[in-house]
């Protein structure tokens, strides 16, 4: 059975969020559709018995002329028995025009009287649209993270959200930070194998460096107070919709301590039953 929803709702109020949440829940999603597109694309999508069968339509102002067809369609619609749903976005008048400050975007209907009157005329031209509206969204007191919350609890089922995965990056701070971590950890302080002839030449994978740095009472304490660390951080995450952690761990060359550190830490998340994968970037670097 598929699954129709028609999303429109007033410029600024948060359709592009809602787009990347139902994309996270499997809803295949095409933004600024032309009405009179929308019945035969539905048609496609119910003759092809693809996995695609929770689809999401944004049509707005940004259509122009277009956009007029909109209520003209939504007859066509019901007039063949096609269930949808319409969503529709809102948010208050000072909200809409604080956003638009933020980001310094145009109104898409760009008029001469400024923003206050671009956005009085789009409620004008919405007011019949609104009134159909099977589900209305007022995102004026409604954070990034918590319009993601209602949408999930809305649209989402059982296992739809794909879980959080979590990446452990090991690198030496000589060759630069990775510019894509949420979190780094510095461990330039723990013992370092590197002045030690014998163990100069092998890296935090190997068992001779892993007792090296292991034998030291600081590295005991560090991966106590690490591990509870990452163990409380990680299911705080999971529930502000993160999709995706990056812990880089640092050390002078990372081929000794980071790597022996983002071993740890993957062996720990992997225990507590998140998806996670270690990269260790600078290990073959001379």
Do not use: W
């Amino acid at each position: 059975m598929n699954k129709f929803l028609i999303i429109t709702g007033m410029s600024g109020a948060g359709k592009t969020q809602v787009i990347r949440t139902l994309e996270d829940l499997d809803y295949f999603c095409v933004d600024n559709l032309p009405p009179t597109f929308i019945p035969k694309f539905i048609e496609l999508c119910m003759q092809n018995q693809s996995k695609n069968s929770q689809i999401a339509l944004v049509v707005d102002i940004r259509g122009g002329k277009f956009f007029e067809e909109l209520n003209g369609t939504l007859d066509s619609l019901q007039h063949s028995s096609i269930p949808f749903e319409l969503v529709f976005l809102n948010a208050s008048d000072e909200t809409l025009i604080k956003r638009y400050k933020e980001t310094r975007r145009r109104h898409p209907l760009g008029g001469k009287r400024g923003l206050s009157a671009d956005i009085a005329k789009e409620r004008d031209i919405l007011k019949k649209v609104r009134a159909r509206a099977t589900t209305v969204i007022d995102t004026t007191d409604l954070s990034t993270a918590a319009l993601r919350k209602l949408l999930i609890a809305k649209y989402g089922k059982e296992g739809s959200l794909p879980p959080m995965n979590v990446v452990v990056k090991s690198f030496g701070f000589k060759y630069g930070m990775p510019i894509d971590c949420d979190m780094v950890l510095d461990v330039r302080f723990l013992p370092n194998p590197f002045y030690v002839p014998e163990l100069k030449s092998l890296c935090g994978n190997d068992k001779p460096v892993i007792d090296y740095i292991e034998e030291k009472p600081v590295t005991k304490e560090y991966e106590k107070k690490l591990i509870d660390l990452i163990g409380f951080l990680l299911p705080q995450y999971v529930k502000e919709g993160k999709s995706q952690f990056v812990i880089g761990v640092g050390c002078t060359g990372g081929k000794h301590r980071s790597v022996y550190v983002a071993n740890l830490l993957k062996n720990f998340i992997q225990q507590a039953g998140y998806s996670v994968q270690v990269l260790h970037r600078d290990l073959l670097l001379k």
